[in-house]
């Protein structure tokens, strides 16, 4: 019951604060708490003192919030934002602001605001806060702050108020606006708001307008070394789709009957024009170099950080690879609510398409892991040589290793830790393959002292 009652009265206390923040400029901040703290001891009349610093900021503030009624402004507001950012990376976009009114308008602030959701008792009771093992014990015991930091990630960024000093009647401007990521995935904008201050600087009157856009972030990406992995062409049996566009070659075998769903481009037209009817061109399926890129999505012990930096990782091999393998193919492997394969290279998918569909992976909690497991041995005699990104080492993934080792599959594994203590694999793992232990924290150092 109590529990309920600090979760009740946690939000209530983050509204108000929310309010504060936007009403009252530093200096009306500095006032309301003198108010508060003196009319503590101004109650006693006697304290003559108390009783006349409460009375004077009360009749600042009054003064203050009845001169912010006279703000009359009419703005019309346009983000102009980019396709996407990265998460840890500052980003730049335009606000459009255009003075609708008559009068020209001065100390303007804008605040743009992103979507929050508080969460839920049940949310926010089952949360595990990272930064709580750096916290003091009444504020872990309490759980407000764990309450702010999960609503800063459902918000996912960060942005600054900006000022504008003045705008002319019927003008516009551009403004700059700088956001700093704090999560991958789509960040959900909703509003923005134009602030004035009051002629004496304690409150503000604010305009707002609604405003949505949504703008995805991508994974923090490293700089990568690039796997030399030994395995050659193979086959793709029955073909690839387009396989005409994306073959190494396109060598005529043979003609036949036009069936229904043949692509027009495989006509052969001077047939079609000798016989009168409709006859296709036959191609030999192709050999190409088709490489695996497998995320390990399961978590069970695991903190949420050893999850990130693992979809990190993975958004920066997909990206080295699409961007400089322009002649094979990449396959990215993962299990969320289902069993998932995406393919991108030579013209079946742009590189970013992978970092987005990367920005938005969720942790598998409801899936075992022999999902992957058959996944992977699925499309094995397909594969070129395999890349492999585990946040755990256990029997499970041995077993996988083992049995693409069994096939000559060729293999790079990371493995992602909290710790840095170095795991075995075993001898017939670590002399067939390369693998790799990377604790948090750490990644880029150890990626940058890897052999090349």
Known sequence: MLRRLLFFNFRLVYRISRVSRDRFTPGGLLIFGTLIFSGIFGFDTRQTLAFQICSLCAAFLILSFLASLSFRGKFQLRRQLPEFGTVGQVLKYKIQLKNLGDRPQRDLVLMDELYAPLPDREEFFGAIDPEDSNRNWFDRSVGYPRLIGMIEKKRGASIQPVAIDDLAAKDSTEVLVELQPVRRGYLQFCAAKIAR???????????SSVLQDSLLILPRLYK???PELP????YQQSGLNAVNIIGDSQEF???REYRPGDPLRSI????YAKIG??????????????QGLLLDTFIEAESVQVFEEAVSLAASFSNTLTRRSFDSLLDLMFVGSQAYRFTAGRGLAEPDSMLEILACVEPCRDQPFLVLHELIMRHASETSGLICIFLRWDDQRRKL???????????????????????DPGITISSRCRFVCLPCGGIQERLDHLPR
């Open 197 to 207: 201050p009051d002629p004496l600087g304690l409150m503000q009157s604010i305009r």
């Open 224 to 226: 990568v070394p690039v």
């Open 231 to 234: 395995g050659g062409r193979k």
């Open 253 to 255: 075998i043979s003609l």
């Open 268 to 271: 052969h037209w001077r047939s």
């Open 277 to 290: 009817h409709p006859v296709v061109k036959e191609f030999q399926d192709e050999f190409i170099v088709r």
């Open 401 to 423: 290793l083992e049995q693409l080792l069994a096939v000559s599959m060729p293999l790079y594994v990371l493995l992602v830790q909290e710790h840095s203590e170095p795991v």
